[in-house]
């Protein structure tokens, strides 16, 4: 076996995988498929029961006037930058370098709809006030990632986002959430969906990632704006014939993940603990403020490599099957807690992080 695959082929064959829901297999659709009725009628171009409530759920979940389903977040999120730029007749927004749109997005925004981007704060750390109003040019919209995934989902404070907002209020600058991940920061803010939703003009949230659904988005806004997402929908293809089994699993996991999202913060929390008493490891952020956060070794990539995967053969216990390099000393990887997290008896993930200091020790002295 290759090097390269040890690590990955340990991780899915373990007895117990740390993070995620589960395995991501067509299960995931047919459970979905089993809770409704089979006469349950389709959506056609974004008209029928099945999406128009849905639709009206979310928006009233986000505190927003309406929504519109999309089968992905980068169409979404790039038709509501459009939008606020041709209302304002300015082709140009602010983001994070890392932000979704810059970096994983094959520069779609910028070929697509010829909007410039200003990049805000430095790449290692979240957008701050003094950013926003130090900014020299003159922005459409501002968007924000909550939380900041590319740094280990960091999060700016509440009183900030608070300042933010009516910072942009007061100068006619909109401003739109990234809430990919909005449920799941939720607990630490200690606040509703809506409330944290009120702070902004637009949201887009993700249905495959907290929640773990199969795809698909929400866009909310008011109303002329998700009327406006419509057309551009159309226009970018991605107004099919029916979506109902993107909005089937979309619904179907809300309903049964929303109220866990507690849950999830707890065991990041409790796994980060973990991760800190071991030799050479720190977590970003060093307490998590979500569900998700980042593991720092200092140790090369092919050292953890094989010390991970001798790990999970031994114990059973799944913490990772990918890594990324951070320098030549250094590497990292991305830890998400969902449904996993609370099936693995706690002595066996124990010994687990024993191993794991054993071998990072005996490493370190060798």
């Known amino acids: 076996m290759e090097n390269k695959n040890v690590l990955f082929e340990a991780y899915q064959h373990a007895k117990y995988q740390v993070t995620g829901h589960g395995k991501r297999d067509i299960s995931v659709l047919v459970d979905a498929l089993d809770a409704v009725s089979k006469k349950q009628e389709s959506d056609m171009y974004g008209k029928g029961h099945i999406i128009e409530d849905f639709q009206k759920k979310l928006a009233a ?11 992905s977040g980068t169409m979404a999120q790039q038709i509501a930058m459009r939008i606020w730029c041709d209302q304002k007749g300015m082709k140009r927004v ?33 957008i701050e006030l003094n950013d926003v109003v130090n900014m020299k040019e003159e922005v459409s919209c501002l968007l924000l990632e909550l939380p900041q995934r590319e740094i280990g989902g960091q999060l700016p ?63 909310a806004g008011p109303q002329d704006f998700t009327e406006e997402s419509k057309v551009w929908k159309r226009r970018h293809g991605g107004d099919l014939i029916s ?23 707890s065991g990041a929390k409790e796994l980060a603990d973990l991760y800190n008493a071991c030799e050479g490891v720190r977590t970003l952020p060093i307490k998590p403020v979500s569900n998700m956060f980042h ?8 050292e953890v490599e094989t010390i991970l995967a001798e790990t999970i053969d ?16 250094s590497c990292f990887f991305e830890v998400s807690i969902g449904d996993n997290f609370s099936k ?23």
């Open 94 to 126: 602010a983001y994070h370098p890392l932000c979704h749109l810059e970096i994983h997005e094959e520069d779609g925004l910028k070929e697509l709809h010829h909007i410039e981007p200003v990049l805000l704060a430095d790449e290692n750390r979240i």
């Open 157 to 219: 404070t509440y009183k900030t986002l608070q300042a933010i907002s009516d910072y942009c209020r007061n100068k006619g600058i909109k401003l739109h959430l990234d809430g990919a991940r909005l449920f799941e920061i939720l607990p630490y803010y200690a606040k509703t969906a809506a409330e944290v939703c009120a702070l902004f003009d637009s949201v887009y949230i993700s249905f495959y990632k907290g929640l773990g659904g199969i795809a698909g988005a929400i866009l």
């Open 61 to 71: 979940y986000l505190g927003k006037e309406t929504a519109v389903f999309f089968p």
């Open 314 to 329: 031994e114990t059973g216990i799944g913490l990772t099957g990918h890594l990324r390099e951070n320098g030549e000393k």
């Open 344 to 366: 693995i008896p706690k002595n066996d993930l124990k010994q687990a992080f024993i191993l794991l200091n054993k071998k990072l020790r005996e490493r370190m002295i060798a």
């Open 243 to 265: 979506l109902y089994p993107y909005i089937i699993s979309a619904d179907f996991y809300f309903d049964q993940r929303i109220d866990k999202m507690d849950s999830y913060f």
């Open 295 to 302: 593991v720092h070794i200092h140790a090369s990539k092919d």
